[in-house]
């Protein structure tokens, strides 16, 4: 298990940066960073999984479900209505696959007290645990943690930054195992 | 005089960057003060005759931690050499503008260490006001200085000093966090734990012996108990979710911490070694940064259950929950004073996160610090000062600030964002 967490980290911080809007981001096979490069070659990837063993429909930039991040207004931790769609379709789709499991990850930005930001973070990853059960998805697929103000998406500090800051992330993992956490 | 002490001054700013040379893992806080008090008294420290290299750092250690309170002004010393024995020309101190002179000796014994002598005198009205001897060695020569300006603040002052107490800190460098431990004048630091991930919340046991903080080692919040002399390192909490936030009991058996296993974050209480846990609070909401008052009949935490983040106290066995802050939208990291009489906490005001101060009998708060960011604060086992982790110019620094607003010191690292700092208790 101990073996398993450090790769399973490391994929999982690397998922997480790709899940920015931009599609020339999300995408999770290497290869495709290099398609913007000048050699003239186009990528392209075969249907099926992706780096992390997950199916191309919660990572490919054309599907809803590779939208990943929930943000938050400050001091606050309740999902605005903007996301309600967003994580409709996340419950929906744990609810299809039983086998799939998500890790909450709450997080916050960088000012007042750290403590009570790791509580803060916590909360907002609850709150989006909460969305997701009411719509039906068994506790048993969620764990939500916080990151605090630990672990900055962007490490700017002004407003732009802190509002990327002030976010949940859903992390996926298959029933084998593989996957962002 | 001035000249000297800026000379002093400058020497705790720029040791550090020589230091760097030798290695990151001596990085030191250097410390610069940046306001002191209205009314400081005027005290003369001169030469030890004896050993001429150990008299000069006991005496620079002695003149630099009483500089470095704001509650003295350094009288120049005119270079003069004489032992704790020798007759003081009391009314010519006085007309130089010394109200109190130090004068000491340092002998070598067989056996190799030494022995620091001193007496203390008010030139106002001609008396001796006592002395002490400290065997030292060449090692502890500035150890026996923060004692020598212990008893110097105590007499001159009419409250214990805290030059001879430690400091904890977390320094972000490189990619790492290291857990470092110096004396209270930043010198001598030595790391006690190094990661690659966050470590936050370091607190003191009462003895000085331990700390209790908060390490993301595991890739969650796990909080540990750490013997500073063996290294020894115990889990305290590491239940599903959070384990965060520990505060020290009086007594040292136990610790209140803040655990999010039953999915979000509330108070409990464990022994030292992790076992006999009972939860505290009971609300859907957030608690957490618990801390007892010194008498450990209370807990003072941080709630939201109000609708915003402001401090509360209970009983330390649970229940008699009361609010102790009302004003703003925002009050948080309460830390109650050693002496029972005031608390210390962030307050946001305006978008700024500032150290307030309340007088726990009069429940008056007042606003201690002009800077922006402000967090962690830790009282100073006097209670005069407070420690707090603030920020100049995008780096994160440390910044010593007197209860009442007047004496600030600031303690930065060349390399680094010094974070979370946690002033030890008296030396013991």
């Known amino acids: 298990m101990k073996k398993l967490l450090i790769p399973a980290l490391l994929s999982a911080i690397l998922v997480g940066c790709s899940t920015t809007p931009l599609p020339e981001d999300t995408a999770g096979a290497p290869v495709e960073s290099r398609s913007g490069s000048g050699t003239g070659v186009a990528s392209v990837t075969a249907d099926g999984v992706d780096a992390n063993g997950l199916p191309r ?11 990943r991040s929930i943000y938050f207004d400050l001091d606050k931790y309740e999902v605005k209505d903007e996301y309600k769609d967003l994580v409709a379709s996340h419950a929906k789709y744990l609810s299809a696959h039983k086998g799939f499991k998500v890790l909450l990850q709450g997080n916050t930005d960088e000012r007042g007290s750290r403590e009570y930001n790791l509580s803060l973070g916590q909360k907002r990853a609850e709150a989006v645990k909460r969305s997701l059960t009411l719509l039906g998805v068994s506790e048993a697929q969620i764990e939500s943690v916080s990151l605090g103000e630990e672990k900055p998406k962007d490490a700017g500090h002004d407003e732009a930054a802190w509002s990327q800051n002030r976010r949940a992330d859903i992390l996926y993992k298959g029933a084998d195992g593989r996957g962002e956490f | 005089m001035k000249m000297n002490a800026m000379s002093r001054i400058l020497r705790f700013i720029f040791l550090p960057f020589f230091l760097l040379t030798v290695g990151f893992a001596q990085a030191q806080l250097s410390i610069e003060i940046t306001g002191a008090g209205a009314n400081r008294i005027p005290v003369t420290i001169v030469d030890f005759p004896g050993d001429p290299a150990a008299s000069r750092v006991i005496t620079s250690t002695v003149r630099a931690d ?4 704001g509650l003295f002004k350094l009288i120049d010393h005119n270079n003069l050499t004489f032992d704790e024995n020798a007759p003081i020309n009391h009314a010519d101190w006085k007309s130089r503008g010394a109200d109190a002179l130090a004068a000491g000796s340092i002998a070598r014994s067989a056996d190799g260490r030494m022995e620091a002598r001193f007496r203390l005198y008010d030139t106002q009205k001609g008396v001796s006001l006592g002395g ?17 300006a212990d008893f110097i603040y105590e007499k001159l002052t009419g409250e214990k000093g805290v030059f001879s107490t430690r400091i904890a800190y977390v320094v972000k460098a490189r990619g790492q966090f290291l857990l470092q431990i110096a004396d209270s004048d930043g010198q001598n630091a030595a790391t006690a734990l190094t990661s690659i991930e966050p470590i936050i919340s370091p607190v003191w046991s ?42 020290w009991s009086p007594d040292g058996r136990k610790l209140a911490v803040v655990l999010s296993k039953d999915g979000f974050s509330q108070l409990y209480s464990v022994n030292a070694d992790g076992s006999g846990l009972q939860r505290l609070t009971q609300s859907s909401g957030i608690d957490t940064e618990p801390r007892y008052s010194a008498d450990g009949g209370t807990i003072y935490f941080t709630s939201d259950r109000g609708g915003s983040p402001q401090v509360y106290q209970m009983a ?42 309340m007088d726990l009998a009069s429940r008056q708060v007042q606003v201690v610090s002009d800077s922006n960011k402000d967090e962690s604060p830790s009282f100073a086992p006097n209670s005069r000062m407070i ?9 994160g620094v440390l910044s010593a600030v007197s209860s009442d607003g007047r004496i600030k010191q600031r303690l930065t690292v060349a390399a680094g964002d010094v974070r979370e700092p946690a002033w030890g208790p008296y030396y013991q």
């Open chain 2, 206 to 247: 009462p003895d000085g012996g331990r700390l209790a903080y908060v390490s993301f080692e595991k890739k969650k919040p796990v909080i540990y108990v750490h013997s500073l002399a063996s290294g020894h390192r115990q889990i305290v909490a590491n239940f599903k979710g959070s384990n965060s936030a520990p505060g």
């Open chain 2, 387 to 395: 420690l707090i982790a603030t920020d100049v110019g995008g780096r």
């Open chain 2, 316 to 357: 330390a066995s649970g229940g008699d929950i009361r609010r102790v802050t009302f004003e703003g939208s925002y009050n948080v990291s309460p830390r109650p004073s050693p002496d029972g009489k005031s608390l210390a906490f962030i307050s946001r005001r305006e978008g700024r996160f500032q150290l307030a101060v």
């Open chain 2, 132 to 148: 002490a001897a400290y065997v030292t060695s060449n090692a502890q020569l500035r150890a026996a200085g923060h004692r020598i």
């Open chain 2, 66 to 69: 009483l500089e470095r309170s």
């Open chain 1, 57 to 67: 429909e919660l990572t490919d930039p054309k599907s809803k479900l590779s939208q």
